[in-house]
């Protein structure tokens, strides 16, 4: 059964920092996807990584993926007060289009 | 485009009465989700259609449930005699098929808020 955890489940950071939240998932998977909430809103696509290695880049965030170690890591860069939000990792598996998600990382980020 | 969109966006309902909602996806997206968010948790999978025809459905979607996707345009979802236990947010989220494997994202909507009471 593909299960998904992230790490940490809540971050309360400073402006300016840099942090990374974690996404492991426990069989292969096709696709890895990255979502973020804001509180009482629906969910907005970040990012889809594909293969071993792949990495992407939106403004202050940047997530990879490592095929091998079944891990994805979404680094945050500088963080700034509307970064603030909740952050998903989910994973497809095969023609499965249902995404497995995680239970997310509540990020806080203080001026 | 205005995306994905839901209605209502907010039910409250008695224990024992049945529910239904609306989703309507992106116009040319030919796939259609239903997923469940309870609060501090990710989404659960519900169940799925590519075009009218449903093509899973998860364990969780009890006989209480029912999904349709008439024609291939919009999708309803009913919960008969409702529980206590399905407050939550219901939420829809559509996909364009066949483009380059692998890049097909799935866009939510803003989701349909169930209290039972």
């Known amino acids: 059964e593909l299960k998904v955890e992230q790490n940490p489940l809540f971050l309360s950071m400073q402006e300016g920092k840099n942090y990374t939240i974690y996404c492991n998932y426990s069989?292969?998977?096709?696709?890895l996807y990255w979502y973020r909430q804001d509180p009482g809103k629906s969910l907005e696509s970040l990012f889809v990584?594909?293969?071993n290695g792949a990495v992407k880049q939106e403004g202050r965030l940047m997530a990879s993926l490592d095929t091998k170690a079944r891990l994805s890591t979404l680094h945050i860069t500088a963080a700034v007060h509307d970064l603030s939000a909740t952050y998903f990792c989910?994973?497809?598996?095969?023609?499965?289009?249902?995404?497995?998600w995680g239970a997310g990382t509540k990020l806080i980020i203080k001026p | 485009d205005t995306g994905v969109s839901q209605d209502p966006r907010h039910k409250i309902t008695k224990r024992g009465q049945n529910v239904t909602f609306r989703c309507d996806p992106i116009?040319?997206?030919?796939?259609l989700y239903w997923y469940r968010q309870t609060l501090g948790q990710g989404p659960e999978f519900l169940t799925y259609?590519?075009?009218?025809?449903?093509?899973?459905k998860s364990r969780l979607l009890s006989d209480r449930f029912s999904a349709e996707r008439p024609k291939g345009s919009f999708s309803t979802l009913e919960i008969q005699r409702t529980e206590q236990g399905d407050s939550a947010m219901y939420l829809c989220?559509?996909?364009?098929?066949?483009?380059?494997?692998?890049?097909?994202?799935?866009?939510f909507g803003p989701g349909t808020r169930l209290l039972v009471l």
């Open positions: 259609f590519q075009n009218e025809a449903q093509l899973e």
């Open positions: 990584l594909l293969s």
């Open positions: 989910a994973v497809t598996k095969g023609g499965n289009y249902q995404l497995i």
């Open positions: 989220a559509s996909s364009l098929g066949g483009l380059v494997w692998g890049q097909e994202t799935q866009y």
């Open positions: 116009s040319e997206h030919n796939r």
């Open positions: 069989t292969t998977s096709d696709r």
